[in-house]
């Protein structure tokens, strides 16, 4: 595993969508480009694959997008 980037979530949050992570880190340029980097298999959560965009991803997860550094979500 590479570098880390922390995204902290806002007060009283619990969890963020993964599409809406996607954005936030600017693996995406925009939303409707979600799905596509999805379908590729490149996103893991946990390392795990995963292809939905509206999973929930928690304190403490690590998404893996290929080619970019990893995300924690705190």
């Known amino acids: 595993m590479g570098p880390v980037r922390t995204v902290e979530l806002r007060p009283g949050e619990e969890s963020i969508r993964l599409g809406q992570l996607l954005k936030l880190v600017d693996a995406v340029p925009t939303g409707a480009q979600v799905k596509d980097v999805l379908v590729t298999g490149d996103v893991r959560v946990n390392g795990e694959p995963e292809d939905r965009r ?7 997860d690590v998404v893996s997008i290929a080619g970019a550094e990893d995300v924690r979500v705190a």
């Not at 509206?54 to 403490?60: D, F, L, T």
């Open 54 to 60: 509206g999973r929930q991803v928690r304190r403490g």
